[in-house]
């Protein structure tokens, strides 16, 4: 694999950065511009799982719109909709579930962090 020099790096790394910020409209613009849906970083986290973890649903609808994969997993088995359920936003649970997400999906998936963190409002979203 061809080693990435230190301006690539720093802008992966700037991408992730504004996934977890919320900033909907730059990183649409990057995605749209060419940069892959599904980048993930160095623990297997897509822009998709950051703006999810964070509370963010704008950002999310707008990765899920130009192609990212709701059901991709991280290193550590984890799914974005098991990142929004543990996080409570039904925001970003309701749409990552119209776009497809599974809600058995991961380890622990989405319904697991529910039962675990003893969440019955995100039970519920899961299973309407």
Do not use: C, W
């Amino acid at each position: 694999m061809a080693e990435l020099d230190e301006e690539t790096i720093a802008y992966a790394h700037r991408m992730f950065d504004l996934a977890r910020a919320g900033a909907t409209e730059e990183l649409a613009a990057n995605v749209t511009a060419g940069l892959p849906p599904n980048l993930t970083n160095d623990k297997g986290d897509t822009l998709l799982i950051l703006a999810a973890y964070h509370e963010h649903p704008g950002t999310v609808a707008a990765l899920l719109e130009r192609g990212a994969d709701p059901n991709r997993v991280n290193d550590r088995g984890q799914t974005a909709l098991s990142a929004a359920v543990f996080r409570q936003s039904a925001e970003t649970v309701t749409t990552l579930l119209a776009a497809g997400a599974d809600p058995d999906a991961g380890t622990p998936s989405a319904v697991a962090t529910a039962e675990f963190f003893k969440l019955p409002e995100m039970a519920a979203l899961l299973r309407s």
